[in-house]
């Protein structure tokens, strides 16, 4: 199959989805009512995204959950609520509450599968962070969820929600810059030697249900950096291939995902991976180096992260940018910039900066998609499809392998060997079941 049939037979189940979803929940809310939204994953980033949704005046906040007690009454409190927020220690017991209408699922990646199909069977619409998964099994049966229980399920991949990356988007896809043959994505800072340091294994932390909080993730011993909550930074379970997928999941899906967005395009069709731990001195697993090659029909893409030189590329430290013909776009979460090739003539407008809160914009569309029952700009299956791109990635690293990728298949094309990373058996009583 094309990528254009792909294309066509994608956006024809979109528009049957969202015409399911127009007469599906038994409460139907109008534009005036009140969104009941309730948060699982208290963390740093959870109660970020609690007090964004507290913000508008149609969201009542009707319940918080966490497996480390200290969280909840945080998130209450850094959320301003007002009123009857019940916490909860356990995910289940909450989405038995018939008054929440939706979800937001701000716990470790390791969870976001669980977590989405479940409040899908439940009758929740859902606000998932992203990564959606660690593995590509997990994000195409969270996506038959959300079709089977006729859910509207946004990713928190908001920068689609941010007018200049809208903008951007208009003039590659415009051909304004010329035809674009190689994009580069990157992330670039520097933690050594000691980066998040070597803890050794002890008991957890009074409050923590160290066995819920690692739920289908295998049995392991408590260690402070596994479990990651710290008062100074992001929480390091990122950095353990149980949980997450390192720098290339937890930042390289916002750059991939406007890579997407402004190409035109779903998958790779090729992906190879060089990388490794070599400087940094502690005890995370995944790289602290890593060059990632996507070949798609018509251009090649990189994803570059280091953690241990901060050197940056013109002043900048992160971002991407589109090398066409003509000239060369770079864009970041402040602005963007179009850079004429020497010689040539073209679009050339000033520096564009953002004039929107690309956050709160991707909230609104999410609560005004509840109500309407239309998909949301990322809708799951947008976030899957940047997540599997990511994922094929680590996939290449850690199978040492130059992977060919069947998108319509969501399988490997000729050598297996690296097939065995596409899903992950779930530790008991643990089951993803659509």
């Not at 509207?152 to 415009?174: L, Y």
């Not at 963007?336 to 564009?352: A, S």
Request: glycine share 10%.
């Amino acid at each position: 199959m094309t990528d254009v049939l792909r294309r066509r037979e994608f956006l024809k189940q979109s528009l049957a989805a969202s015409a399911t979803l127009a007469g599906a929940r038994k409460r139907v809310l109008g534009a005036n009512d009140r969104v009941r939204v309730a948060l699982i994953g208290a963390g740093r980033q959870g109660r970020g995204l609690l007090r964004g949704f507290a913000e508008h005046k149609d969201v009542q906040i009707v319940g918080v959950c966490d497996v480390y007690a200290p969280q909840l009454p945080l998130a209450v409190a850094e959320a301003r609520l007002a009123g009857d927020v019940k916490p909860y220690k356990d995910f289940r017991q909450l989405l038995d509450n018939k008054d929440v209408d939706a979800v937001i699922v701000a716990s470790p990646d390791h969870w976001h599968a669980l977590h989405t199909v479940m409040a899908c069977q439940a009758g929740k619409d859902v606000y998932v962070e992203k990564p959606i998964s660690v593995t590509v099994d997990e994000g195409r049966k969270m996506v038959q969820a959300a079709r089977k229980y006729n859910r509207v399920v946004q990713v928190g991949t908001q920068q689609r929600s941010g007018d200049h990356f809208q903008k951007a988007k208009e003039i590659v896809q415009g051909g304004q810059i010329g035809k674009v043959t190689f994009v580069r994505t990157w992330n670039w800072g520097n933690a050594a030697p000691t980066g998040i340091g070597n803890p050794p294994d002890s008991a957890p932390p009074e409050g923590l249900d160290w066995d819920l909080w690692l739920g289908p993730a295998p049995l392991r011993a408590f260690n402070a950096n596994r479990w990651g909550v710290h008062p100074d930074r992001w929480s390091s379970f990122r950095w353990f291939w149980d949980y997450a997928g390192g720098m290339l999941t937890d930042w390289g899906v916002h750059h991939l995902d406007i890579v997407h967005l402004a190409m035109g395009v779903e998958a790779p069709t090729t992906i190879t991976a060089l990388g490794g731990k070599y400087a940094l001195q502690d005890n995370r697993e995944t790289p602290d180096t890593l060059q990632v090659t996507y070949e798609y029909p018509g251009f090649v893409c990189t994803y570059e992260d280091r953690e241990c030189n901060a050197q940056t590329l013109g002043g900048r430290g992160y971002g991407v940018s589109f090398h066409g013909t003509d000239a060369t776009l770079y864009i970041n979460r402040e602005f963007f910039e179009v850079l004429p090739e020497g010689g040539k003539r073209g679009y050339e407008p000033p520096k564009v900066e953002a004039a929107n809160n690309s956050g709160q914009a991707h909230v609104r569309n999410f609560l005004d998609c509840v109500k309407s029952r239309q998909l949301p700009v990322a809708d799951i299956e947008i976030g899957h499809r940047s997540t599997t791109t990511c994922l094929l990635g680590n996939v290449a690293l850690r199978s040492g392998k130059r992977l060919q990728w069947d998108a319509s298949t969501e399988r490997l094309i000729g050598d297996q060997t690296a097939a065995k990373y596409l899903t992950r058996e779930y530790r008991k009583p643990w089951k993803l079941i659509v």
